[in-house]
């Protein structure tokens, strides 16, 4: 990042490239890179940034990255009001766009339009909301899981809204709700987040968080069939109840846990063909075994915990053990009830593992001028 004298300006760039190396194996060069420039001080500020990912990048040996083969533009604008008057103590709105196209073959990807704005009173409580559009049919390159076949995506306005009550008191609670309609038949979104914040003392804090999401003709690749690709239109809920906290012994020793149960489940309710120039079309596919029982209904449960023990024994250096227990569980039966899905996720097998990590920080640099001024 480089920044004016002021510190009112900043601009950045990062680059990567990747390439990988096997017997047998032919890979082009992949690349990406993100360049930006915005004012960064005042009221008023504003940035815009774009970013491309070559078809061929690929950092997944090394980490984890989903998207290629596009390139973006994000323009955006804030205005933040931060001299206190009754009741507010600053206040802010914002507006940001987006416009990606696909690389190759080349093809217009997303056209996305966001306002937001946010309240804090007096006493460190806070709202806020945004509203997001996709107001042109757009092409998502990514769901037809074929290179060069898109399926067209339909406009929608995405609402949201949030309250986060003063952190510095014991118990704080956030909440977020939303809901996406899409101009597409019934097709919608819905969901809800609930965090419950709490610090009984100095050294104990814990978040007792939930979420709820339902998507009513959520659109998703299905199966190849023979030359056809099948997109399937499906009712799906995710549930996810979380519990985070940790524990300070002292200013170098400390204790945390996160146990998290994710259920997703999606029922199937009819069938497309995707055709060529990205709409769906009706299909013979109907997603059946022979009897009757569905091929793609899915109930799928993640029950995780992991603990952790650091110890910083020395500035930028640490020592920490873990443990993980995972249980994951896959069905073709989809349940509603909560406590009977879990009942039935703990009697699936886990996987328990343990991990000794050390990082040592050696400051090169200090110990040469250490060395020198002897």
């Known amino acids: 990042l480089v920044n004016n004298k002021a510190r009112t300006l900043q601009g ?6 990747t390439q990988q190396f096997a017997p047998g194996l032919v890979r082009d060069l992949g690349y990406s890179y993100e360049l930006g420039i915005g004012k960064t001080g005042g009221a008023l500020t504003y940035s815009t940034s774009y970013e491309e990912f070559s078809p061929d990048y690929d950092p997944n040996d090394l980490g984890f990255w989903p998207w290629v083969n ?18 507010w103590q600053r206040w802010g709105i914002g ?15 997303n056209l996305a339009m966001e306002v937001n704005t946010f309240r804090v009173l007096r006493g460190f409580n806070a709202v806020g909301g945004s509203i997001r559009a996709e107001p042109v049919l757009t092409y998502d390159p990514f769901e037809a899981r074929m290179p060069g076949r898109l399926y067209e995506f339909p406009t929608n306005v995405r609402y949201e809204a949030w309250i986060s009550t003063n952190y510095n008191l014991p118990y704080a609670i956030d909440l977020r ?29 814990f978040i007792l968080g939930g979420y709820h999401e339902f998507k009513d003709e959520d659109v998703g690749w299905v199966a190849f069939s023979d030359d056809d690709i099948i997109l399937g239109r499906r009712d799906q809920w995710t549930t996810e109840l979380s519990l985070e906290g940790s524990y300070t012994f002292t200013n170098t020793l400390s204790l945390n846990a996160d146990v998290r149960h994710y ?33 793609h209904d899915v109930d799928f449960d993640a029950f995780t915990v992991d603990v952790w023990l650091r110890w910083n024994f020395a500035p930028g250096s640490e020592i920490t053990l873990g443990w993980k227990d995972n249980i994951f569980a896959r ?40 060395r020198r001024a002897r």
């Open 12 to 17: 950045g760039a990062v680059g990567r490239i």
């Open 177 to 205: 709700g939303g809901y996406r309609r899409f101009y597409e038949r019934d097709r919608k979104n819905m969901w809800v987040v609930l965090e419950n914040r709490v610090r009984p003392n100095d050294k104990l804090f």
């Open 70 to 87: 596009y390139r973006s533009v994000e323009p955006e604008l804030n205005f933040v009001k931060y001299k206190p008057k009754a009741p």
């Open 95 to 109: 507006l940001n766009g987006e416009y990606s196209r696909v690389i190759v073959p080349d093809h217009f990807f």
């Open 263 to 295: 259920w997703s489940r999606a029922q199937y309710v009819e069938y497309h063909e995707l055709l060529l120039d990205g709409k769906l079309a009706a299909t013979g596919y109907n997603g059946r075994y022979e009897d009757g029982t569905s091929k």
């Open 331 to 370: 069905e073709g039966i989809v349940r509603q009830d909560y406590f009977e899905n879990l009942d039935n996720t703990w009697r699936s097998p886990g996987i328990n593992s343990f991990s000794l990590k050390a990082i040592w920080f050696l400051d090169a640099g200090s110990a040469l001028s250490k």
